[in-house]
């Protein structure tokens, strides 16, 4: 099988995006435009990504990995310059190599397949992505000849009257001939309005030696927009959001209002769950089926089971299990675990904890680096004192165990199973297994004392 490549170009600045993270880092539903494309790139099979980066561009190799083989482009002179660098790893490999920008998140694998097929399929030496556009202006125009196939690709800047009224336009992704491209990139110059590199530019060459050039209509202009600004960078997140929910749609999960729910890209949902309105899904986060997701609930990086009910509330790096329920306005923070069938009610603060099986934490309490058994019932206003102002301690409270209202643990404390707490307590001493603990002052009657106040009597 023809081996299969693809140069990501990446090293552009992106002055216009006004902002100190380098431009394809941009995310875009949750994922950095880069990230996309390579992604994309290898779900069509590569051998080999090589993505050219500019000065300053290490984030995007933290980021990539080894997803990605990296040169430098250390001045931006142009796309065809950038592409040559890759040379050194590329140039004498016999195969086809894809040519994408970074700051096109919303091509997909089926776009770049179709691409590479038609390329294959005619025998092209090079083979240009192009979109009908109603406003064609600053893009360059693909000039094809009478049978169809491509004459050369002129930019906004270059181009005659007649050139400019084309509205087929260069998407910027390509497909060539891998040796044909390197053999051609040598003899492209910089004796044009912008005074750059052009890689468009190789088309007219290949095509001056009668080589075939081909063009490939993206039926979806909206598939190549590129991103050059915050503007653009709304609108593709805009894009990628409906493409995401549909998939999920697709995937047997029921949105009240897809147009308001934001799932970031790598987030999974089982059949049959619901998705209210103003949900927002973030990072690795996977949800089991059936089950309700409430209205206005952000949950990042947590692992959520089947049949689970979360009400308006936040979740963070947690995990809940299956038929657990929250909410509403509860808040689980990193590295809580709710066991199945327990519930939080509202207004709960989770930190560092983990909740067994059945356990109850119905309303108003905080509990932080803290282990509970199953059937536990916490009561109102219940507060896991866990900070001493210099450190953080652990509290353990055993199975069956009920805390009555407003109680205080002051940690390290450990409370065992099958006790009483009575309401109102604040433990400072571990609790012996079948014991009830009372820790509060005793109730002190004043007889008669309203009637000796000032004015009272
Ligand atoms: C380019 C095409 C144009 C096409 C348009 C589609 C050229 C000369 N023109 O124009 O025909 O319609 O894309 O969006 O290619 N880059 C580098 N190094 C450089 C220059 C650019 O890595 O020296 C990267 C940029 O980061 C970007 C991509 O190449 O990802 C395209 O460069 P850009 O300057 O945006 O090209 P356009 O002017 O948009
Ligand atoms: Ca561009």
Redesign the pocket.
């Known amino acids: 099988m023809t081996k299969r490549f693809a140069v990501v170009?990446?090293?552009?600045?992106?002055t216009r995006m006004k902002s100190k993270l380098y431009?394809?880092m941009h995310p875009v539903m949750g994922k950095p435009m880069v990230g996309h494309v390579v992604d994309q790139a290898l779900g069509a099979r590569m051998d080999k990504i090589v993505t050219?980066?500019?000065v300053g561009a290490e984030t995007v190799q933290d980021y990539l990995g080894d997803k990605s083989d990296y040169v430098l482009?250390e001045?931006?002179?142009?796309?065809?310059?950038?592409v040559e660098q890759a040379a050194p790893i590329l140039k004498n490999e016999e195969g086809t190599t894809l040519v994408i920008?970074?700051?096109?998140p919303l091509l997909t694998k089926e776009t770049l397949e179709g691409l590479m097929a038609h390329h294959e399929e005619v025998n092209a030496k090079a083979t240009v992505l192009t979109a009908h556009a109603d406003d064609p202006f600053?893009?360059?125009?693909v000039i094809r000849s009478e049978d169809g196939s491509v004459t050369k690709?002129v930019?906004?800047k270059d181009a005659s009257e007649a050139e400019q009224a084309v509205q087929e336009?260069?998407?910027?992704t390509y497909c060539f001939d891998n040796k044909a491209l390197f053999a051609a990139l040598e003899k492209v110059d910089n004796n044009n309005s912008?005074g750059?590199?052009?890689?468009?530019?190789v088309m007219e060459i290949l095509k001056n030696q009668n080589e075939l050039i081909s063009a490939f209509q993206l039926e979806n202009k909206e598939d190549?927009l590129?991103v050059?600004d915050r503007i653009a960078l709304a609108q593709a997140s805009k894009l990628m959001k409906k493409r995401i929910n549909e998939k999920h749609m697709r995937n047997g999960v029921t949105f009240i209002d897809p147009e308001q729910t934001y799932i970031e890209s790598d987030v999974v949902i089982g059949q049959d769950t619901l998705v209210e309105p103003g949900v927002y899904l973030k990072g690795q986060t996977s949800i089991g089926e059936d089950c309700i997701i409430g209205a206005h609930s952000i949950i990042e990086d947590s692992q959520i089971g089947n049949g689970v009910h979360v009400k308006s509330s936040m979740i963070e790096s947690s995990v809940m299990e299956n038929q657990s329920n929250i909410g509403p306005n509860s808040h689980l923070r990193p590295d809580s675990v709710v066991k199945e069938h327990a519930h939080i009610g509202n207004f709960v603060e989770i930190k560092k904890a983990t909740l067994g099986r059945n356990t109850k934490v119905g309303h108003l309490t905080y509990v932080g680096d803290a282990t509970l058994g199953e059937n536990i019932n916490l009561g109102c206003g219940t507060v896991f004192v866990n900070y001493d102002g210099e450190k953080k301690h652990h509290i353990e409270v055993g199975d069956n165990s009920f805390i009555g209202c407003n109680t205080n643990l002051i940690a390290p404390v450990k409370i065992d199973a099958n006790t009483y707490v009575a309401a109102g307590s604040t433990i400072t001493d571990d609790v012996p297994e079948d014991a009830l603990a009372i820790a509060r002052a005793r109730q002190v009657n004043k007889e008669g004392y309203f009637k000796k106040m000032p004015n009272k009597n």
């Open positions: 170009l990446a090293a552009g600045q992106g431009k394809v050219v980066t500019g482009q001045e931006q002179l142009g796309t065809a310059h950038a920008c970074g700051d096109t600053g893009y360059g125009r690709i930019e906004q336009i260069n998407t910027g912008q750059e590199y052009y890689l468009p530019d190549a590129g050059n």
